[in-house]
């Protein structure tokens, strides 16, 4: 069964809607500890833009460009980083927030109230995000391209 | 004194089990499973609302009477495990319909 | 069979009953009993761990053994599915 996608038009539509998808996506996840948002949210609507592929390049066309490998080695990466930043500060317990409070890289000291937010703080949070990101995306994506190439096989 | 966000939680969760119990079709199973866990997060976030808070995040925050944050970081890892878990029963349907050619639940028995 | 239909209604109303019932000794929406906790992360989670958003802190610091088993979930499930649909991929 050959799947040629849709029009060319929604094609077009769907490369041009991924730059701001993805600096969306980024920004949630980059201000995860000032705003609402964070890994999760990030990762999720970055996958998103995958999903579009996915209906507009239909299934053969879609894996020319999506690769399940890289995917699933993202997501290994993910986890990794995220685990290894929480081992990171086994100095004083697991998870402990080794950056915070430093007064340099993220480390910025940050007094009790409402403060217009500053990116540069919140110790290994931003980082965590970042890693969780990375996680989510890469295994929301790969859950979906692998649902959806299984789809229509009717013969097998 | 009854409060009626509690109450929709028991219905939520009444009817994603009703879904489970009576319903032949295993999508539709499946989305009463997903709608017992929205049930339950609901449950989660009531039960930390105070009268008055704002979202505990201080970014040009009006004022610092906060909703508590521990129910709500665990219904965001609720959230996610049941997405995890909604992924993987689909993925199963899937197989299921691919060797029956079936969804109903009735018609094959599952240890045939 | 109409026999099993009923008894299957009869539980799920006699579940329904409890669960409603159960609301009525819950505390009052909107004044939480025990939020001692919370206080306190509310209070010093931005001095102790830097962030502003005080669900992120109780998310990656104060809770993260949470959160990396709800990460390690989420990755077994994806492991699973990429196992499951294998063999249909040649």
């Given at each position: 069964m050959s799947d040629e996608g849709m029009s060319v038009i929604v094609k077009t539509v769907s490369c041009v809607l991924v730059v701001p998808t993805v600096v969306?996506?980024?920004?949630?996840?980059?201000?995860?500890?000032?705003t609402p948002g964070g890994g999760f949210p990030g990762g999720a609507v970055m996958a998103?833009?995958?999903?579009?592929?996915?209906?507009?390049?239909?299934?053969d066309g879609s894996r020319k460009i999506l690769k399940k490998d890289c995917l699933s080695a993202a997501e290994s990466i993910g986890l990794l980083l995220f685990a290894a930043l929480a081992f990171a500060g086994?100095?004083?317990?697991?998870?402990?927030?080794?950056?915070?409070?430093?007064?340099?890289?993220?480390?910025?000291v940050i007094p009790f109230g409402p403060n217009p937010?500053?990116?540069?703080?919140?110790?290994?949070?931003?980082?965590?995000?970042?890693?969780?990101?990375?996680?989510v995306f890469a295994a929301l994506s790969a859950i979906m391209i692998l649902m959806f190439s299984y789809s229509g096989d009717d013969s097998k | 004194m009854i409060s009626i966000h509690f109450v929709a939680v028991a219905l939520l969760i009444s009817l994603g089990i009703?879904?489970?119990?009576?319903?032949?079709?295993?999508?539709?199973?499946?989305?009463?499973?997903?709608?017992?866990?929205?049930?339950?997060?609901?449950f989660l976030v009531s039960l930390g609302y105070r009268e008055g808070g704002i979202a505990p995040i201080f970014t040009n925050a009006p004022q610092t009477a906060m909703v508590l944050p521990v129910p709500q970081a665990l219904t965001l890892t609720s959230i996610v495990i049941g997405l995890a878990v909604t992924a993987l029963m689909l993925s199963f349907t899937i197989m299921l319909y691919g060797h029956w050619k079936s969804l109903d639940t009735r018609k094959r028995r599952l240890l045939e | 069979m109409c026999k099993v239909k009923a008894i299957k209604a009869l539980t799920?109303?006699?579940?329904?009953a409890m669960l409603v019932g159960t609301t009525v000794y819950m505390h009052d929406f909107g004044s939480p009993e025990?939020?001692?906790?919370?206080d306190y992360f509310i209070q010093n989670g931005q001095a102790e761990t830097g962030s502003n958003n005080i669900v992120a802190?109780?998310?990656?610091?104060?809770?993260?053994?949470?959160?990396?088993?709800?990460?390690?979930?989420l990755f077994a499930a994806a492991c699973a599915i990429f196992l499951l649909f294998r063999r249909s991929e040649e």
């Open positions: 969306f996506g980024l920004y949630v996840i980059m201000h995860g500890h000032l998103t833009i995958v999903a579009l592929f996915l209906v507009a390049y239909g299934k086994i100095s004083v317990t697991f998870f402990s927030n080794f950056l915070a409070n430093t007064g340099n890289w993220f480390g910025t937010g500053y990116l540069v703080s919140g110790g290994v949070l931003p980082l965590m995000n970042i890693a969780v990101g990375i996680e | 009703y879904a489970v119990v009576f319903r032949r079709n295993l999508i539709k199973i499946v989305m009463g499973i997903s709608v017992i866990g929205s049930g339950v997060n609901l | 799920l109303l006699a579940l329904l025990n939020a001692a906790m919370d802190a109780v998310l990656f610091d104060y809770r993260g053994l949470d959160t990396i088993g709800e990460a390690s979930v």
